[in-house]
């Protein structure tokens, strides 16, 4: 079965940095991707990885581990914009297999 | 460029009813994709199409629910009947031939809701 598990809600200040887990458990691995929602609106795409260690795209980073099945998303000098939920999804992969299994995803809330 | 885009972003209908739901994937992407999300859970997956085929179909819930890309354009995701449980946020998403880590692209969801 697929399985990835995210914590419901955090909170964080302005300026500060923050770190959004992830982990999972799927029959597959063809990648991990981070989402950025705001209410109301389309996710919004973050960030891939598909081998182990970390991506950075400014503010944003992004790490694997598959021998761990953990992720982590990290968010530098927070910005009350950033508040959103934030989505993880794996493809499980599989022959023309790409769909993406989604965790329930993190609502962030920002503080000044 | 114009995104993912989807029609109509709020629908409320009847139990019993039918709704048909569009999306115009982003210009050139062969894969299009129907998620869904419905009240306090995750986004999942309905199906995928390469161009005007199913790729992948082994979300979809039952067969009240019908998607169509004649053309290998836009999409449409009928419900007919609408039951009560099917109320949720209907998103279609795109991405580029291959896949490698290609982007996949989200529209703003169609927001339905059976009474």
């Known amino acids: 079965g697929q399985n990835i598990d995210q914590p419901t809600e955090m909170t964080a200040t302005e300026g500060a940095i923050v770190q959004i887990n992830c982990t999972y458990q799927t029959s597959g691995f063809n990648g991990l991707f981070w989402y950025q929602q705001h209410a109301g609106e389309a996710p919004t795409f973050l960030s891939y990885n598909v081998l182990d260690g970390l991506e950075e795209k400014g503010r944003f980073s992004s790490f694997l581990s598959r021998s761990k099945g953990y992720s982590y998303l990290l968010l530098k000098e927070l910005q009350m914009k950033d508040s959103a939920s934030y989505l993880c999804a794996v493809s499980p992969g599989g022959t023309g297999r790409r769909a993406l299994t989604f965790g329930s995803g993190t609502r962030l809330q920002v503080q000044p | 460029e114009a995104g993912v885009t989807q029609f109509p972003s709020h629908s409320v209908i009847e139990k019993g009813q039918t709704v048909t739901l569009r999306c115009d994937p982003i210009s050139g992407h062969d894969n299009l994709y129907w998620y869904r999300r419905v009240m306090g859970k995750e986004i999942k997956f309905l199906l995928h199409f390469v161009k005007e085929s199913k790729q992948d179909e082994s979300g979809m819930p039952n067969n009240r629910f019908l998607a169509e890309r004649t053309g290998g354009t836009y999409s449409t995701l009928k419900v007919q009947p609408a039951e009560l449980e099917d109320s949720g946020v209907y998103f279609c998403?795109?991405?580029?031939?291959?896949?490698?880590?290609?982007?996949?692209?989200f529209g703003e969801g169609s927001w339905l809701t059976v009474v």
């Open positions: 998403a795109s991405s580029l031939r291959g896949f490698s880590g290609n982007t996949i692209y």
